[in-house]
């Protein structure tokens, strides 16, 4: 794991890679995953890249293994996936895997077919079946009469129009017979009314059983309908009519004698029907059984040659096309693995000629990498949402792996509540190796992928609910109340004391509805409570002012703690880029001003507590009031917190005043003289390629001292421009703006971080607003019925807790917390405007099969 405090070391490397053995070198590569191409032929397109060939047939090779893939999920049969992947397949083996695959795919389809005209076959016969045994009801015939007319009599020589015909219709009677979807039954008999004007007539049941559609699959529920009809031309209009409404047409038997030997030849034909149908599936299931042995690892094998050789139509061919140049960037502590791999790949092949390596140098910014691990991974994805660091720019997920989850325990601070979150994450955290947990559902993946962020928030939220003595709304007297009752009786005093101070005797007692304590008389106030705030406090009617005073004081001290980091980190970015002007002409009038007036808040806030007493607590002056006299300067003189208040802050105001104009004219007149001097001089500036954004900042160092012809120096931008000329307007103009918004932000910043004060107080109001209405009615009844129904109240209070106090609540708190980080602290010194180093990694690829069937 490389350095988490800024992004690794990169270089631009150039690969030679011979024609024979440049899908071995990158089959190596792709395992190892050390590199990021460039892609050398930006102007070319996709379809007259060299490989473009070997793509289509990989692609071909994927439709074939989804086909598989489908079949295989169709016929519910496992599709065994491994845990490793094997490796891609050698040249010499992919036209033998082609060819297979093809082949496989040919005779699955047949029998695939086969089984479908079979299945169909089947369905049709037991349509005709059935529609023989229901319309045997419809029609009743007199033995008698049967052989004395025919039932489809020729009507070429006679026409309907003819009144002699008319007089025959009981021997012109036609039938059409079969099987209707249910929704269309009705449809059907209006449509066969108007067309044929009455000269048919139409009979129909229910099919008690459903059957399968063989166009479809559905299991649907089927009419079986007879249409009685006289003449051929109704006869047409009938068969169109069922046609238009999907009808399945089946032959009506004109006696019963040929309705029995239909009805017993189907018999013997679905019989048949169902032993080759059960043969055929039998032998599809061998076949897909046999290729899903194989088809899983085949796929991975697919993906990766195809990535393979998406990565070499990136490179270029050289003058000789027996070489391929390719262009990488690639961190430099993995160099000699880079040239492990390239070694590797050659001798793979066979090759007598090695691929080889070198870099060579570049005035483009290369990508930002930051190794990760399981735990750093959560932290580092909260930072790269704000935006991907700039190259060898600090990183600020280093510091909120301790700040985040401190800041969200300030808000979310509870003993109890902090102890379940914290207990859920180690669940997580102790079964990260289990296989379901490998593939989770959606809102369990994101709890999962965040179990370490959890984990410390939990455990940061335990820390911080002891020093609020906060669990469950309740606080836990673990050392004893560090005030004293007792003391506050006259008959404990002797009577000089009982004069001066305001004592309780067994009449004030009993006839006043609030006692307060006086911390001022001896023996009330035995010392603070060890570990967080007094137990005592949670009888308190003025617990709520007490804890607004404390939480907002606590909320504006980490704040400003929190923006100078911020600010102070900015200066290992000077030091790195070597922009130490910077440090003196920006952040030290940005430290200035921040601390000279927020920074000696904080002193007065401290002050205040270490200097005034109980005995003088009554006499202490308002910090808030204090605070806005030093920018008002009152006539009247103010008593003050100490001696000499009001020259210090006079002194400290000049400081803040100073400091503002460095700050927006410092860098750009400093930028402006040395522009000008070296101009005057004569310095030259050759060696010089590499120009940024403030690149009128960078032509005016070329000249320096301390920067050395042709380095490659980055500003904290991380863009290119190819500005040869110094505009002082525009550096003027640009540094006014990020002044504005620096003096500006820190007034609001500021206020931004009361934040940790409001949430921290709406989460124990809430939680103690729970208690109330739930536990305390429960606790509250008599044993009768307590029992009985404190049960269902602890399951509905622990429901609650966990829906509205964990997960609404600690969402609100995560929510926050990022918004500190990312507005607040990260913007003194985090551009995040670069672009994030993704290596060329078969294990990036997704081995999943795609759902859609070929």
Not at 297 to 302: G, L, T
Not at 362 to 371: A, F, G, Q, S, Y
Not at 572 to 583: A, E, G, M, S, T
Not at 763 to 792: C, E, F, I, N
Request: hydrophobic letters at 45%; glycine letters at 6%.
């Amino acid at each position: 794991m490389g350095s988490l405090f800024r992004s690794e070391p990169m270089c631009l490397a150039q690969l030679f890679l011979q024609s024979g053995t440049a899908y071995e070198c990158l089959s190596a590569l792709g395992e190892k995953g050390l590199v990021q191409f460039r892609d050398l032929n930006q102007n070319v397109s996709s379809f007259q890249r060299k490989f473009v060939g070997e793509v289509k047939r990989c692609e071909e090779l994927e439709r074939i293994l989804a086909y598989l893939a489908q079949e295989i999920h169709r016929a519910d049969i496992p599709l065994p996936e491994g845990e490793t992947s094997p490796p891609a397949p050698p040249l010499k083996q992919v036209l033998e895997m082609q060819e297979q695959l093809q082949k496989l795919e040919v005779e699955l389809r047949e029998v695939t077919g086969n089984k479908e005209k079979l299945r169909r076959n089947l369905l049709e016969l037991i349509e005709y079946t059935h529609m023989l045994r229901v319309t045997k009801t419809f029609v009743h015939r007199s033995v008698e009469f049967e052989p004395s007319y025919e039932e489809f009599p020729s009507l070429d020589s006679d026409s309907l129009l003819d009144y002699s015909s008319m007089q025959r219709l009981g021997a012109k009677l036609g039938f059409v017979s079969g099987l209707i979807h249910q929704g269309k039954v009705e449809a059907l008999e209006r449509m066969l009314w108007r067309v044929c004007k009455g000269y048919t007539i139409v009979t129909y049941a229910e099919l008690d059983e459903a059957l399968e559609d063989p166009e479809t699959g559905e299991v649907i529920k089927w009419y079986v309908f007879l249409i009685s009809f006289w003449g051929e031309q109704i006869g047409h209009k009938v068969k169109k009519i069922c046609d238009c409404y999907h009808c399945h047409v089946y032959p009506y038997p004109s006696t019963a004698e040929e309705r029995r030997e239909i009805q017993e030849g189907l018999s013997t034909r679905i019989q048949d029907l169902y032993t080759v149908l059960h043969k055929t599936e039998d032998y599809l299931r061998q076949v897909l059984s046999k290729a899903a042995e194989s088809v899983y690892s085949r796929a991975v094998q697919v993906k990766k040659m195809k990535a393979i050789y998406h990565m070499l139509n990136m490179c270029s061919l050289d003058v000789t096309n027996k070489c391929l140049i390719a262009e990488v960037w690639c961190p430099e502590a993995d160099l000699p693995g880079l040239r492990c791999a390239l070694e590797d790949g050659s001798r793979e092949s066979g090759a007598s000629v090695t691929s080889f390596m070198n870099t060579i140098p570049t005035k483009e910014t290369p990508p930002t990498l930051i190794r990760t691990n399981k735990f750093t991974e959560g932290f580092q994805n909260i930072v790269d949402a704000y935006g991907v660091g700039c190259y060898r720019e600090v990183n600020p997920a280093l510091f909120s792996i301790i700040t985040f989850p401190f800041l969200f325990a300030v808000m979310f601070g509870d003993l109890g509540h902090g102890f379940v979150m914290f207990l859920f994450a180690l669940l997580l955290v102790v079964n990260e190796n289990h296989p379901r947990m490998s593939q989770p559902q959606e809102i369990l993946g994101m709890f999962f992928n965040g179990r370490y962020i959890l984990l410390l928030m939990g455990l940061f939220s335990v820390y911080t609910g002891l020093i609020y003595n906060d669990c469950f709304s309740k606080s836990l007297n673990l050392f004893g109340s560090g005030w004293n009752v007792s003391a506050m009786y006259s008959a404990s005093h002797p009577p000089a004391e009982r004069g001066r101070r305001v004592l309780w005797n067994d009449s004030v007692v009993r006839h006043s509805h609030v006692l307060q304590l006086d911390p001022s008389v001896p023996g009330v106030f035995q010392g603070p409570y060890p570990l967080g705030i007094d137990p005592i406090w949670n009888l308190a009617t003025n617990r709520l002012t007490f804890l607004n005073s404390f939480k907002m004081k606590m909320a504006v001290i980490l704040g400003i703690i929190h923006m100078t980091f911020g600010v102070v980190l900015g200066i290992f970015n000077h030091v790195h880029f070597r922009k130490k002007f910077n440090i003196y002409l920006v952040t030290v009038p940005e430290l200035l001003f921040l601390l000279c007036m927020f920074g000696y808040l904080i002193f007065m806030i401290i002050y205040k507590w270490l200097v005034y007493s109980a005995d003088t607590s009554r006499a202490a002056p308002s910090i808030l009031i204090e605070f806005i006299n030093m920018f008002l300067f009152p006539s009247a003189p103010t008593s003050g917190l100490y001696a000499g208040q009001e020259h210090v802050q006079r002194l400290l105001l000049a400081v803040t005043a100073l400091a503002v104009p460095v700050l927006f004219l410092g860098k750009p007149l400093f930028l402006l003289w040395l522009h000008n001097g070296r101009s005057c001089f004569g310095v030259s500036r050759s060696g010089y390629t590499l120009v940024r954004k403030d690149s009128e900042e960078e032509v005016s160092l070329m000249g320096s001292q301390d920067i050395e012809g042709g380095s490659t120096v980055l500003e904290d931008g991380c863009r290119e421009v190819t500005s040869e000329e110094f505009n002082f307007g525009e550096i003027l103009m640009t540094q006014v703006i990020h002044s504005i918004e620096y003096c500006l932000g820190c007034i609001s910043n500021t206020a931004s971080y009361l934040r940790l004060w409001a949430l921290s107080l709406a989460h124990a109001q809430l939680s103690d607003v729970l208690w109330a209405m739930l536990m305390r009615v429960g606790l509250r009844v008599d044993k009768t019925y307590g029992v009985l129904l404190l049960l269902p109240v602890m399951a509905l209070f622990a429901v609650l807790t966990i829906f509205i106090l964990l997960l609404m609540e600690g969402l609100s708190a995560f929510l926050h917390a990022i918004r500190l980080h990312w507005v607040e602290f990260q913007n003194k010194f985090y551009v995040g405007a670069g672009t994030k180093f993704v290596p060329f990694s078969f294990r990036r690829l997704s081995w999943k099969f795609s759902d859609n069937g070929a």
